[in-house]
């Protein structure tokens, strides 16, 4: 899945396809740049689609798969001819899942990360990189100029600049030349040009500018961190929405592969961590003013995720709890027992 969503945010898309037969059933992420589709509009999902599989040495095609309603193609030219394999999936769609980035009424299948924009701002600060780079070449060597010298003394500039000791002789009526160093040109101006361009890319990626390596005011706390990344978590909280619903679809096929009830498949549902971070003093106070209004919620698997345990935790935690019962159940029978007995021995000494 970290596959597929790095590939959607690169090329606008990422696709999965669902294969298999009974209980071996495989979901394979594949780029956009080795596949393709066709988008169904009549039913607002993928209508058909390609997906490379391999490729020889000299980058040729060996074997693509070629997904089509109730069928995959399988071709293959990897030991001579081109063969293609059949297979039947009884299914009404392809069984291939996109996932998209930023989709649009008018372009489906989403759009790049990578913006035009954002191109035109990398080529700017590469230019700018290679003005400072070669700014960076007459700063180290200074610019020095010897006013009424002779022409001789210029022929090897570069060996009078690096030599320790350097001698003049004086010029034909006898005057002395005079030394002149000029102004070094500053590196300011270029760095302040890459901060204008970093502010530029922050703003179009809402990608806080500090982690474009431009530190524009003293550290940030972690309240202002996370004001900074505010805008780029709500664009992943709704990513996660719309991968998440390309998640489920990909798994109600896999399980529609499998013969599952259908009315299983509308109970599932993607868990994604929290995209905001959250400090654990902020979270444990939420969570007690919950608990002391809500205690069911506050105990139930919601209510802990929410607390900050994760899935695994939990699991640990419900099978701790059922120890615990099932070990006061044994004491309590014990109990019971011990009673009984006390009892019995009692009701002997009398008689």
């Known amino acids: ?35 393709s589709a066709l988008w169904d509009w009549g039913n607002d999902r993928i ?5 490379i ?41 392809p069984s291939v899942v996109p996932l998209v980035n930023d989709a649009q009424s008018y372009h489906p299948l989403g759009n790049s990360r990578i913006t035009r924009t954002l191109m035109n701002l990398t080529d700017f600060g ?30 090897d ?22 030394m002149q160093q000029l102004q070094q040109a500053s590196m300011t101006p270029h760095a302040d040009m890459l901060r204008t361009i970093a502010l530029m890319v922050s703003s ?31 664009t992943a909280d709704r990513q996660n929405k719309r991968f998440g619903r390309a998640l489920k679809e990909a798994m109600s096929i896999a399980l529609a592969y499998q013969g599952a009830d259908p009315d299983a498949l509308r109970e599932l549902r993607p868990i994604w961590a929290p995209v905001k971070e959250t400090s654990d003093a902020a979270r444990a106070d939420w969570y ?17 995720t929410r607390a900050g345990l994760t ?16 070990q006061q159940s044994i004491d309590e029978l014990r109990a019971k027992l011990t009673i009984a007995k006390t009892d019995g021995k009692e009701a002997e000494a009398n008689e």
């Open 288 to 304: 007690q003013k919950v608990a002391s209004t809500n205690p069911a919620f506050a105990d139930s698997d919601v209510g802990l």
């Open 204 to 234: 179009e990626t809402d990608i806080p500018v500090n982690d474009l390596g431009i530190t524009m005011d003293n550290p940030a706390s972690a309240e202002a961190m996370a004001e900074a990344e505010r805008k780029l978590s709500r």
């Open 53 to 93: 599989r391999d490729k020889d040495k000299d980058g040729y095609i060996t074997r693509f798969d070629v997904w089509l309603p109730g069928k995959v193609y399988e071709i293959d030219n990897s030991e001579g001819p081109w063969t293609a394999r059949t297979i039947e999936t009884h299914l009404d769609r």
């Open 1 to 35: 899945i970290q596959q597929a969503i790095v590939s959607a945010y690169t090329h606008g898309c990422s696709f999965m396809t669902i294969s298999g037969d009974g209980d071996d059933i495989r979901i394979t992420p594949r780029a956009a740049d080795w596949s």
């Open 311 to 326: 899935w695994d935790e939990i699991k640990a935690h419900r099978a701790y709890e059922r120890q615990q019962r099932t």
């Open 47 to 51: 209508g058909a689609a390609m997906t």
């Open 157 to 178: 500039t570069w060996s009078s600049i690096v030599s320790v000791m350097n001698g003049m002789p004086a010029n034909k009526n006898g005057d002395k030349p005079t």
């Open 126 to 155: 590469l230019r700018t990189m290679v003005r400072m780079e070669a700014t960076a070449e007459f700063y180290a060597a200074p610019r020095v100029w010897f006013i009424g010298a002779s022409k001789k003394f210029t022929d």
